[in-house]
């Protein structure tokens, strides 16, 4: 039961708001001693997974690109691209990105999206921008609202696309584990049963989505009319 | 060959660029602690492979102190004002869209053809890390684009990088932290014994229970690890094998299928699934940082009955 503390440490730890960096660090090292290892183990196992993981941040590289072009009005020019389209609302762009999303995702094309290179620069700020067309002004919490659904879309979309295409990662270590244990299953059998999934999800975020507009109006009106 | 290591390279010198501009900025009043931890955290990443394991957990360790006892120092302002963006966006047009598109279509690109190409029969880039590789020459290839395109005084693209990589601050190394949780997690056996508690108190009386408490173990699982690839082994030997498929005999595709995608849904609501939840809540600059999670709750749960729903009708067709 010991090498449970990480859990606890983590549980605690999140719960309590504590930075989660110290507390990822002080549940990997925890874990490492209630597993009976001397410290100087601890840390060199914890060395050696921290190096090893090194390719998990690559997308930050995409960071001086997109600084360079926001420092030369790419969200801005995102803004006026989806103000020119008067059908546009934040509901409708992030349903359609969804779609995208999701399609994309199913032939394998999972790196068309991503949260720095695609929701920062593009898809958030036309999201706010469409519903600052609609609805005017809108304050702090409303735009905060908003860029978080369009990290939520970009994120729905790659779960439950990308399972989809019979040579991602998850497909493959379904298969993988499912032969050690005396099964040969067809990836693309695999594939086939994570459309009726896939389907559900679209169908369920997509009328979160269709209500997001509804919603976005009413909380505006009512900041509007406090404001007043 | 080009191996991982050029990725490596090429994010320890983007590190160590944050780690300078941070340095010579006297405007930031937490400059020395934001060049340290973006310098020990380039040192990571340019002589990680050579350095002994021990050093490189006392650098992470440092690092993490650095940022928990110090403090690190927010973004600056913005280098442009809107006016001025504004003004660039009208005098660009659509073409400012050129390079960042650049970024995902030489990706792609590369993942495609790259496998293919070889120099006096060795492969020119490591078949097995094409995607990451390719995303790293795209970004290269992007920058070069913009900087044609722009024309900006050189330092600009490391002066903007710093400006977010201090907007995401310590989560961007997040969801390599919590990838080394996961791995310390495997050594000391954390998962088996999770399933093992699983098993022991949840009623498995009836076909759909059995279901239920796979789908939902893999959401609660997935949330606890961060990572539904991390659950699935775990839940499935504990659970989906011996239960769902020999003793009810459930067909084994449709199980893991649809028991990996219920995994998913545990990562829609985890603050533990850094990459996906935490970091967009940095990178857009929300206040909360479960805001992301907040949004995705809802689906979440809703897709993981729809799940135990699937399941249930079609594993034991």
Same mark, same amino acid.
């Given at each position: 039961?010991?090498?449970?503390?990480?859990?606890?440490?983590?549980?605690?730890?999140?719960?309590?708001?504590?930075?989660?960096?110290?507390?990822?660090?002080?549940?990997?090292?925890?874990?490492?001693?209630?597993?009976?290892?001397?410290?100087?183990?601890?840390?060199?196992?914890?060395?050696?997974?921290?190096?090893?993981?090194?390719?998990?941040?690559?997308?930050?590289?995409?960071?001086?690109?997109?600084?360079?072009?926001?420092?030369?009005?790419?969200?801005?020019?995102?803004?006026?691209?989806?103000?020119?389209?008067?059908?546009?609302?934040?509901?409708?762009?992030?349903?359609?990105?969804?779609?995208?999303?999701?399609?994309?995702?199913?032939?394998?094309?999972?790196?068309?999206?991503?949260?720095?290179?695609?929701?920062?620069?593009?898809?958030?700020?036309?999201?706010?921008?469409?519903?600052?067309?609609?609805?005017?002004?809108?304050?702090?919490?409303?735009?905060?609202?908003?860029?978080?659904?369009?990290?939520?879309?970009?994120?729905?979309?790659?779960?439950?696309?990308?399972?989809?295409?019979?040579?991602?990662?998850?497909?493959?270590?379904?298969?993988?584990?499912?032969?050690?244990?005396?099964?040969?299953?067809?990836?693309?059998?695999?594939?086939?049963?994570?459309?009726?999934?896939?389907?559900?999800?679209?169908?369920?975020?997509?009328?979160?989505?269709?209500?997001?507009?509804?919603?976005?109006?009413?909380?505006?009106?009512?900041?509007?009319?406090?404001?007043? | 060959?080009?191996?991982?290591?050029?990725?490596?390279?090429?994010?320890?010198?983007?590190?160590?660029?944050?780690?300078?501009?941070?340095?010579?900025?006297?405007?930031?009043?937490?400059?020395?602690?934001?060049?340290?931890?973006?310098?020990?955290?380039?040192?990571?990443?340019?002589?990680?492979?050579?350095?002994?394991?021990?050093?490189?957990?006392?650098?992470?360790?440092?690092?993490?102190?650095?940022?928990?006892?110090?403090?690190?120092?927010?973004?600056?302002?913005?280098?442009?004002?809107?006016?001025?963006?504004?003004?660039?966006?009208?005098?660009?047009?659509?073409?400012?869209?050129?390079?960042?598109?650049?970024?995902?279509?030489?990706?792609?690109?590369?993942?495609?053809?790259?496998?293919?190409?070889?120099?006096?029969?060795?492969?020119?880039?490591?078949?097995?890390?094409?995607?990451?590789?390719?995303?790293?020459?795209?970004?290269?290839?992007?920058?070069?684009?913009?900087?044609?395109?722009?024309?900006?005084?050189?330092?600009?693209?490391?002066?903007?990088?710093?400006?977010?990589?201090?907007?995401?601050?310590?989560?961007?190394?997040?969801?390599?932290?919590?990838?080394?949780?996961?791995?310390?997690?495997?050594?000391?056996?954390?998962?088996?014994?999770?399933?093992?508690?699983?098993?022991?108190?949840?009623?498995?009386?009836?076909?759909?229970?059995?279901?239920?408490?796979?789908?939902?173990?893999?959401?609660?699982?997935?949330?606890?690890?961060?990572?539904?690839?991390?659950?699935?082994?775990?839940?499935?030997?504990?659970?989906?094998?011996?239960?769902?498929?020999?003793?009810?005999?459930g067909n084994v595709a449709v199980m893991a299928a649809?028991?990996?995608?219920?995994?998913?849904?545990?990562?829609?609501?985890?603050?533990?699934?850094? *990459?996906?939840?935490?970091?967009?809540?940095?990178?857009?600059?929300?206040?909360?940082?479960?805001?992301?999670?907040?949004?995705?709750?809802?689906?979440?749960?809703?897709?993981?009955?729809? *799940?135990?729903?699937?399941m249930y009708v079609f594993v034991f067709r």
């Amino acid at each position: 039961m010991l090498p449970l503390i990480g859990i606890l440490i983590v549980v605690t730890g999140f719960s309590l708001r504590v930075n989660p960096l110290a507390v990822v660090t002080a549940a990997a090292l925890a874990t490492g001693l209630a597993a009976h290892r001397s410290p100087v183990d601890v840390i060199s196992a914890f060395g050696k997974a921290f190096i090893d993981s090194r390719s998990v941040p690559v997308v930050w590289l995409a960071l001086p690109v997109i600084g360079l072009l926001e420092s030369a009005g790419l969200k801005e020019r995102a803004r006026m691209v989806i103000s020119k389209i008067h059908a546009a609302t934040t509901g409708r762009l992030l349903l359609a990105y969804l779609a995208l999303r999701q399609l994309t995702s199913a032939l394998g094309l999972t790196s068309l999206g991503g949260h720095p290179q695609m929701v920062r620069p593009l898809i958030a700020p036309m999201a706010e921008a469409a519903a600052e067309n609609r609805l005017g002004e809108l304050s702090d919490h409303t735009r905060h609202r908003i860029r978080a659904h369009a990290a939520a879309a970009d994120n729905i979309g790659l779960f439950f696309g990308e399972d989809i295409f019979i040579a991602i990662g998850s497909i493959l270590l379904i298969r993988g584990f499912l032969e050690q244990n005396g099964f040969r299953v067809e990836p693309a059998t695999l594939a086939i049963w994570a459309i009726p999934t896939a389907i559900c999800a679209f169908v369920i975020h997509g009328a979160r989505l269709a209500l997001l507009d509804r919603s976005l109006r009413k909380e505006v009106a009512r900041s509007q009319g406090r404001a007043e | 060959m080009i191996t991982l290591e050029f990725v490596n390279v090429l994010m320890g010198l983007m590190m160590a660029g944050v780690a300078i501009v941070n340095l010579r900025d006297r405007t930031s009043r937490k400059r020395y602690n934001n060049a340290a931890f973006w310098g020990l955290y380039a040192v990571t990443f340019l002589a990680g492979s050579y350095l002994p394991n021990f050093v490189n957990g006392l650098l992470v360790i440092v690092m993490v102190l650095v940022m928990a006892i110090g403090k690190l120092g927010g973004a600056p302002p913005e280098s442009s004002t809107r006016a001025v963006r504004e003004a660039s966006a009208r005098r660009w047009g659509n073409r400012l869209f050129i390079p960042a598109l650049t970024i995902p279509t030489v990706t792609l690109l590369g993942t495609l053809f790259l496998k293919r190409v070889s120099l006096n029969g060795t492969p020119l880039v490591d078949p097995k890390q094409v995607t990451l590789i390719s995303l790293g020459l795209s970004t290269v290839i992007a920058l070069i684009v913009g900087l044609v395109m722009l024309r900006p005084p050189l330092r600009a693209p490391m002066v903007e990088a710093r400006r977010l990589m201090d907007a995401v601050s310590w989560a961007a190394v997040l969801p390599q932290m919590l990838a080394a949780l996961g791995a310390m997690f495997a050594l000391a056996g954390v998962g088996p014994i999770v399933a093992g508690i699983i098993e022991r108190w949840i009623p498995l009386h009836t076909a759909l229970s059995v279901v239920a408490t796979y789908t939902v173990g893999m959401a609660l699982f997935t949330m606890i690890m961060g990572n539904a690839f991390a659950a699935f082994p775990v839940m499935t030997a504990g659970i989906g094998l011996p239960l769902i498929v020999h003793q009810y005999g459930g067909n084994v595709a449709v199980m893991a299928a649809v028991g990996m995608l219920s995994g998913f849904c545990g990562t829609l609501m985890t603050p533990m699934a850094a *990459n996906f939840n935490i970091v967009p809540a940095a990178l857009l600059e929300l206040p909360n940082e479960n805001a992301v999670i907040k949004v995705q709750i809802p689906t979440g749960l809703m897709l993981l009955a729809a *799940n135990t729903l699937i399941m249930y009708v079609f594993v034991f067709r």
